[in-house]
């Protein structure tokens, strides 16, 4: 979990869940639906960087979250799924599920079995100094899972 400014901005967690709950919850069915769940805040508190966060909170700046992944021993690397969003005038802490059905990746492509580490950026594009990024997941992807 890293995010910066440090002490201001820090992307939490990213967490994988496939959607028929009745695998553990980041192996997926190849073809499955799942979701994903990122989660970030900012600290008003900061003594450096506080007023700053409280100020682009409260102007409700748009947020941008990529996760990715990268294949462990040959498959798929790329964007898993994107959002946008805008921060909410009072409100640090979010949590932002990203849902892909079935499967399909943006543009069309699916994930194959394997192994897959699993990475995201949060980012404040009106602030591009203001990112936080976290790579600590691994999926599996399994045919009949």
């Known amino acids: 979990m890293s995010g910066q400014p440090a002490g201001a901005f820090n992307l939490l967690s990213i967490s994988v869940e496939d959607a ?14 799942f979701t994903i769940t990122v989660e970030f805040k900012g600290n008003p508190a900061d ?3 506080g007023g700053t966060w409280t100020a682009i909170r409260n102007l409700a700046q748009p ?3 990529i996760v990715y992944a990268e294949a462990i021993g040959g498959g798929y690397e790329g964007i898993l799924a994107r959002t946008t969003g805008n921060l909410v005038v ?15 990746l943006p543009g069309g492509t699916t994930l194959g079995n394997g192994l897959y580490l699993v990475g995201a950026t949060v980012q404040i594009p009106s602030f591009p100094q203001w ?3 976290v790579q600590d997941t691994f999926v599996q992807v399994a045919t009949g899972a």
Do not use: E, H
Not at 90 to 104: E, F, K, R
């Open 20 to 33: 028929s709950a009745i695998n553990p919850p980041n192996i997926i069915g190849l073809g499955d639906s």
């Open 47 to 49: 003594q450096t960087f």
């Open 63 to 65: 947020y941008q979250i």
């Open 90 to 104: 009072g409100q640090d802490a979010y949590s932002v599920n990203l849902p892909v059905t079935n499967g399909v």
């Open 131 to 133: 990112v936080g990024y």
